[in-house]
């Protein structure tokens, strides 16, 4: 009893003096973890769309640009119509407005030559013309209503109109003729809707998550000195036989998170394995490793 009492009053008195306290050093520490994926699909069915269908399953592991499922963009469609009628009255309208004019020649050219050789008709002929003169400028005035197409308009903002309505056309085309939705990225499907035909607008179709994945995992702020951001981290498999995955630290947390229980604050990482073995997937608990970056000993011995 004596020697603990001496061992005690030393320590205390060593602490009086102002000396620093040994800390032990660290050479690993160790954590729990979260696989998640780099990136992710979730394809929701946008208001007006129609889903034709579904090309894969839950559990499909799937190669980048490979298609996933075929939808309608009925609003696309809905535009596609509305342009091609645009250019059809346009179309029309050229062809009207060149018989106009045609029109507006011909009775400049015909009254005075009427009037000379044929007295008698002439003013029942020159009425015709004119009668067919303007129906068909009835007929150009509702067109260029139709077609947002102004009297006073130029040449040239015609074509441009004209242009930009046949690219827009195009694009649609090119567009609708391939209803697939292909995969982003090589990945697995991790949940499909069963009842996808029957899905409304904002409703999830399908989640597509990434093959290359990462690490979250939590440290305790006492730990948090340690840590920086190229530390060296092994990642396994709990009671498996897999070789652990080499990885390193490449994001650490400025504020601590949600409190699980420690007294200490917790803070989280992310770790980037320095490959992705078949066996890693998003959705695993795994066990971290991470070897600290080198400390300098703040120790006084006496």
Not at 37 to 59: K, N, Y
Not at 81 to 95: D, G, N, P, T
Not at 255 to 279: A, C, D, M, R
């Amino acid at each position: 009893m004596a020697e603990y009492l001496v061992v005690f009053w030393i320590l205390a008195a060593g602490l009086a003096a102002g000396a620093e306290p040994v800390t032990a050093k660290v050479s690993v520490i160790e954590c729990r973890g979260s696989v998640k994926p780099c990136s992710e699909l979730d394809l929701r069915l946008r208001p007006g769309e129609r889903f034709l269908d579904v090309r894969v399953a839950a559990g499909d592991e799937v190669k980048s640009n490979s298609p996933l499922a075929e939808i309608i963009d009925g609003e696309a469609w809905a535009r596609l119509a509305e342009l091609q009628a645009q250019r059809r009255v346009r179309h029309e309208l050229k062809s009207k407005e060149s018989r106009l004019d045609q029109l507006e020649e011909e009775l400049k050219a015909q009254v005075q030559l009427w009037k000379e050789v044929e007295p008698d008709s002439a003013e029942r002929r020159v009425a015709d013309l004119r009668e067919k003169r303007d129906e068909l400028k009835e007929q150009v005035e509702l067109l260029r209503l139709q077609a947002g197409n102004p009297k006073e308009g130029t040449n040239d903002a015609k074509q441009a109109l004209a242009l930009t309505i046949d690219t827009q056309i195009s694009k649609l085309e090119a567009q609708l003729a391939s209803p697939a939705v292909c995969a982003p990225f090589d990945g697995r499907v991790v949940y499909c809707a069963s009842n996808f035909a029957r899905l409304s607008a904002g409703e999830t179709v399908l989640v597509f998550w990434s093959t290359n994945v990462f690490v979250r995992a939590d440290i305790l702020q006492h730990q948090l000195a340690l840590v920086a951001k190229g530390c060296r981290a092994e990642i396994s498999l709990d009671f498996s036989s897999e070789k652990p995955v080499p990885a390193t630290v490449n994001r650490i947390e400025d504020q601590p998170g949600q409190s699980s229980g420690e007294t200490s604050p917790t803070f989280g990482i992310e770790l980037s394995p320095v490959e992705n073995p078949v066996w890693l997937k998003p959705g695993m608990r795994v066990s971290v490793r991470i070897y600290p970056k080198p400390q300098e000993t703040n120790a006084t011995q006496k």
